[in-house]
Nanobody, 127 residues
Framework: QVQLVESGGGSVQVGGSLRLSCVVS????????MGWFRQTPGKEREGIAA???????AYAESVKGRLTVSEDSVKGTLYLQMNDLKPEDTAMYYC?????????????????????WGQGTPVTVSS
């Protein structure tokens, strides 16, 4: 059973930084992808940063240069380092994972590609 637990959200001022963590357990296949998504009330969930077991990464244009996704495979943890935060970054942040038996082409930033989700951690950026 795949489980994901996020932490690290909170309140920060404009220009500040946060690091989100997601402990991932239960992945048994060597091919996988993991990503960070965010959602605000009334809007669809959007993919912002993701990586896969082939070490490919993907970022939404709105976060390039400010957010960095990484993983510690030993600790089984996915990270999202967020710098130079803006009010529009305020959202509930979710991590997600998908594993596959064989390497597969996945649209890393498409929420529909993922079948395991965490409960979310809130981020508020105030001016």
């Amino acid at each position: 059973q795949v489980q994901l637990v996020e932490s690290g959200g909170g309140s920060v001022q404009v220009g500040g930084s946060l690091r989100l963590s997601c402990v991932v357990s239960g992945l048994t296949y060597s091919s996988y992808c993991m990503g960070w998504f965010r959602q605000t009330p009334g809007k669809e969930r959007e993919g912002i940063a993701a990586l896969d077991s082939a070490h490919d990464t993907a970022y939404a244009e709105s976060v390039k240069g400010r957010l960095t996704v990484s993983e510690d495979s030993v600790k089984g943890t996915l990270y999202l380092q967020m710098n130079d935060l803006k009010p529009e970054d305020t959202a509930m942040y979710y991590c997600a994972a998908r594993q596959h038996l064989l390497p597969a082409h996945v649209d890393l930033l498409n929420p529909a590609e993922y079948n395991h989700w965490g409960q979310g951690t809130p981020v508020t950026v105030s001016s």
